[in-house]
């Protein structure tokens, strides 16, 4: 597995912005997918967003796409992702997670993740 830490989260306005920064640590970072979800009080953990392994191909849930970016900068071992327009629905805790399969492309499925963050609070006020 690899060690994940997330960074960035915090309280916003409507409309505004926040970068998400997660930092891997323990295996090659750059033969992995690696994707963002949130969780949301009372709700499951959904998909937010996907990269693949060189940082090729990009995935993004409906409700995101046009206003989030997900990248990758491979030689720092970081993911981020870039949130703009935020809206109060965006409200939750982000994790950061890793593929455990080299040169697979990142899923909507948790279970096919098998590092995960601590997860970074995003609030969104209205």
């Known amino acids: 597995q690899v060690q994940l830490v997330e960074s960035g989260g915090g309280l916003v306005q409507a409309g505004g912005s926040l970068r998400l920064s997660c930092t891997a640590s323990g295996r090659t970072f750059s033969s992995y997918s690696m994707g963002w979800f949130r969780q949301a009080p009372g709700k499951e953990r959904e998909f937010v967003a996907g990269?693949?392994?060189?940082?090729?191909?990009?995935y993004y849930t409906d409700s995101v796409k046009g206003r989030f970016t997900i990248s990758r900068d491979n030689a720092k071992n970081t993911v981020n992702l870039q949130m703009n327009s935020l809206k109060p629905e965006d409200t939750a805790v982000y994790y950061c997670?890793?593929?455990?399969?080299?040169?697979?492309?990142?899923?909507?499925?948790?279970?096919?993740?098998?590092?995960w963050g601590q997860g970074t609070q995003v609030t969104v006020s209205s």
């Open positions: 997670t890793s593929r455990g399969l080299v040169y697979n492309p990142p899923t909507r499925e948790a279970a096919d993740y098998d590092s």
């Open positions: 990269i693949s392994w060189g940082g090729g191909a990009t």
